[in-house]
């Protein structure tokens, strides 16, 4: 019997490879769908997959894809978040690939109603840990983690006592100006930016591994899903993206998640687990590589510093980061402001708002509104 399976960001990169994994599966039916935006991209996802269910936030009511989900007895559900107002009894595990702050609120709610999650949006659990994992625990739902890095920790520790784990080192490729010269920072344009040169990705993404912001989110949701202290985790520059993730145990062997940088083998795999299916990716050649590791340079990447400092000083300093660098990045995106500007905003942002009390889901909304409003450009 197929699952029932609901797409949240479908039109996004990890939710259209999401979609490419489910067109050559006979596993899965697609009951849902939902995006923020990008109605011309969702139309055609509904004519190819009939979903019985459809959400999107802002679209233009003239648009065809309202009148062929009449036609089609498609419920169709659109205004402000969207993703966030659609029935969830008919599913049965969601792939949340939500970009930013706007996928923590239905990674919650999919968890309240019993819902297996595979999880692309770090920043739910970066924003909300503390409030999704013992939901998780007490509904019994299992998390899936999606990134590459996450699912090769979660590849190497099954079947493994995790009392027996020493640390988790954590890869990232150093995204696309690893070599470049410091004091060039200034000029850096949103092309550039966005030119990983390894893997497929979005655009804020994309410029989350260009400042590397996306290995500090990915040490927070370590923390989270693997239930490890900040000391246990280790980040290493890897720029081949060959090794995804390695962990270390006690009795000084390590395990190493290896792969072409390809994020439908991670996606595939949340889907399947702990069982393997073909996929049509290429082998790895071992007789040509040449694997490199080296530490990440603070200066080059200061936000692996700052991460540190917020986790030990803890209260809503993490979500903070997490949410304003949503805005900030935009606003690099919309060229107001330069590369190395980004990271003193956040800093300031941090300032400004930093509590010591941990915040609770209405608490994340509330921050969400004020530093949105704080940080557009006056």
Same mark, same amino acid.
Request: glycine share 6%; with cysteine.
């Given at each position: %019997?197929?699952? +029932?399976?609901f797409?949240f960001?479908?039109?996004?990169s990890?939710?259209?490879?999401?979609?490419?994994?489910?067109?050559?599966s006979? !596993? &899965?039916?697609?009951?849902g769908?939902s #995006?923020?935006s990008?109605?011309?991209?969702?139309?055609e996802?509904?004519?190819?997959?009939?979903?019985a269910l459809?959400a999107?936030n802002?679209?233009d009511l003239s648009?065809?894809?309202?009148?062929? #989900?009449e036609?089609?007895?498609?419920?169709?559900? &659109?205004?402000?978040?969207?993703?966030?107002?659609i @029935?969830?009894?008919?599913?049965?595990?969601?792939?949340?690939a939500?970009?930013g702050?706007?996928?923590?609120?239905?990674?919650?709610?999919?968890?309240?109603?019993?819902?297996?999650?595979?999880?692309?949006?770090k920043e739910?659990?970066?924003?909300?840990?503390?409030i999704? %994992?013992?939901?998780?625990?007490?509904?019994?739902?299992?998390?899936? @983690?999606?990134?590459?890095?996450?699912?090769?920790i979660?590849? #190497?520790?099954h079947?493994?006592?995790a009392?027996?784990?020493?640390?988790?080192?954590?890869?990232?490729?150093g995204?696309?100006?690893?070599? /470049?010269?410091?004091?060039?920072?200034?000029?850096?344009?949103?092309?550039?930016?966005?030119?990983?040169?390894?893997?497929d990705?979005?655009?804020?993404?994309?410029?989350?591994?260009?400042?590397m912001?996306?290995?500090a989110?990915?040490?927070?949701?370590?923390?989270?899903?693997? +239930?490890?202290n900040?000391?246990?985790?280790?980040i290493?520059?890897?720029p081949?993206?060959?090794?995804?993730?390695?962990?270390?145990?006690?009795?000084?062997? &390590?395990?190493?998640?290896?792969?072409?940088p390809?994020? /439908?083998?991670?996606?595939?795999?949340?889907? !399947?687990c702990?069982? /393997?299916?073909?996929?049509?990716v290429?082998?790895?050649?071992?007789?040509? %590589?040449?694997?490199q590791?080296?530490?990440?340079?603070?200066? /080059?990447?200061?936000?692996?510093?700052?991460v540190?400092?917020l986790i030990?000083?803890?209260?809503?300093?993490?979500?903070?980061?997490?949410?304003?660098?949503?805005?900030?990045?935009?606003?690099?995106?919309?060229?107001?402001?330069?590369?190395n500007?980004?990271?003193p905003?956040?800093?300031k !942002?941090?300032?400004?708002?930093?509590?010591d009390?941990?915040p609770m889901?209405?608490d994340?909304?509330?921050?969400?509104?004020?530093?949105?409003?704080?940080?557009?450009p006056?």
């Amino acid at each position: %019997m197929k699952k +029932n399976i609901f797409v949240f960001g479908s039109t996004g990169s990890i939710g259209i490879q999401t979609l490419d994994v489910l067109s050559k599966s006979k !596993t &899965y039916n697609v009951i849902g769908l939902s #995006c923020n935006s990008n109605s011309d991209l969702l139309f055609e996802q509904i004519k190819l997959f009939k979903p019985a269910l459809v959400a999107i936030n802002n679209i233009d009511l003239s648009h065809g894809l309202i009148k062929y #989900c009449e036609k089609k007895n498609i419920k169709l559900i &659109y205004g402000d978040n969207a993703s966030s107002n659609i @029935p969830l009894e008919d599913i049965d595990i969601a792939v949340n690939a939500i970009v930013g702050t706007a996928g923590l609120q239905p990674t919650i709610q999919l968890i309240e109603n019993g819902v297996d999650v595979a999880l692309s949006n770090k920043e739910s659990l970066v924003l909300g840990g503390h409030i999704i %994992m013992p939901l998780a625990r007490k509904n019994n739902v299992t998390i899936f @983690p999606v990134d590459s890095e996450h699912s090769a920790i979660y590849q #190497c520790l099954h079947g493994e006592d995790a009392s027996e784990l020493k640390k988790i080192i954590l890869t990232g490729s150093g995204g696309p100006f690893l070599k /470049r010269e410091l004091s060039t920072f200034e000029s850096i344009v949103p092309q550039e930016a966005l030119n990983h040169p390894n893997w497929d990705m979005g655009k804020k993404i994309s410029i989350d591994s260009a400042t590397m912001m996306n290995k500090a989110l990915e040490l927070v949701e370590a923390l989270w899903l693997f +239930n490890v202290n900040l000391d246990q985790i280790e980040i290493v520059i890897h720029p081949q993206s060959i090794v995804h993730s390695m962990v270390e145990f006690v009795d000084g062997s &390590y395990k190493a998640h290896l792969g072409v940088p390809d994020m /439908r083998v991670p996606i595939q795999y949340a889907l !399947t687990c702990p069982s /393997r299916r073909n996929a049509s990716v290429k082998s790895l050649d071992f007789t040509k %590589m040449d694997l490199q590791f080296s530490k990440p340079d603070i200066n /080059r990447y200061p936000v692996l510093g700052l991460v540190n400092e917020l986790i030990n000083a803890g209260g809503n300093r993490v979500p903070i980061m997490s949410i304003a660098n949503d805005y900030i990045v935009q606003q690099f995106l919309d060229e107001k402001i330069a590369f190395n500007e980004m990271f003193p905003l956040i800093k300031k !942002t941090i300032q400004n708002f930093s509590s010591d009390d941990l915040p609770m889901l209405e608490d994340l909304i509330k921050l969400d509104r004020n530093i949105k409003l704080y940080l557009e450009p006056k």
